[in-house]
């Protein structure tokens, strides 16, 4: 069964600020997905970004981007010139090809500072 | 594009009575949608998926009987909660994928079930 690990609960950065949020997976397989989502405090969902495993280049989004490192199994996510609606929960999740199902960590929550 | 409802946001209920939730896939249709539950300050956990016109498969530890997921038409899936407890109240998402072979889901707003 695959993992998600999110090892920082809660973070905090100032307005306009850069911060990065870490994870990790675990997984034998060599084809799956990534996915960062963002659960604000209405609690939609809303997916941030997204990596296929296949593709070296790491995804961008506009203020978001992700440093994908295969070999080290690690999904980071960083959000660049921070913003108050930036505040939210944030989950990483994983999906192997061919399997629909997502697997998601524990989130972080992030707190953006004014 | 790619909207997902829920309803109702919010519901309480009674202990014992039972409550249907629905899912609708707005402006597409989703071969398969998810049924998630997340409890206060924790992640999402997969309760079941279910595709349009078939059995539902649930997620190990998740009673069939006791969460009721129909998926009748490409738009609609409803979520019902048997014999309501309180230890069931929680919130309930649930997610769409479009069509076969798409792997990105949409997800619903949620909704918020208290049992008393």
């Known amino acids: 069964a695959q993992t998600v690990t999110q090892s920082q609960p809660e973070m905090s950065v100032q307005e306009a600020e850069t911060v990065t949020l870490s994870c990790t997976y675990d997984?034998?397989?060599?084809?799956?997905?990534l996915f960062w989502y963002k659960q604000p405090p209405s609690r939609q969902m809303i997916l941030v970004i997204r990596?296929?495993?296949?593709?070296?280049q790491n995804a961008t989004e506009n203020r978001f981007s992700v440093n994908f490192q295969k070999a080290a199994k690690s999904f980071s996510l960083k959000i660049s010139d921070s913003q108050l609606g930036d505040t939210a929960m944030y989950f990483c999740?994983?999906?192997?090809?061919?399997?629909?199902?997502?697997?998601f960590g524990t989130g972080t929550r992030l707190t953006i500072i004014p | 594009g790619a909207v997902v409802s829920q309803h109702p946001s919010r519901v309480i209920c009674k202990s014992g009575t039972s409550v249907k939730i629905e899912c609708r896939s707005l402006?597409?249709?989703?071969?398969?949608m998810f049924w998630y539950r997340q409890f206060p300050k924790q992640s999402l956990m997969l309760m079941a998926t279910?595709?349009?016109?078939?059995?539902?498969?649930?997620e190990q530890g998740v009673e069939k009987d006791k969460f009721l997921i129909n998926h009748a038409s490409l738009t609609l899936s409803t979520l019902t909660v048997t014999s309501a407890h309180p230890e069931d109240s929680s919130f309930y998402i649930c997610?769409?994928?479009?069509?076969?072979?798409?792997?990105?889901?949409?997800f619903g707003p949620g909704t918020r079930l208290t049992v008393t």
């Open positions: 997610s769409a994928r479009t069509t076969r072979g798409s792997y990105e889901q949409y």
């Open positions: 279910s595709n349009e016109g078939s059995k539902a498969t649930y």
């Open positions: 997984t034998s397989e060599n084809n799956y997905y």
């Open positions: 990596q296929e495993a296949y593709k070296q």
């Open positions: 999740a994983f999906m192997n090809f061919g399997n629909e199902k997502l697997t």
């Open positions: 402006d597409f249709q989703a071969t398969t």
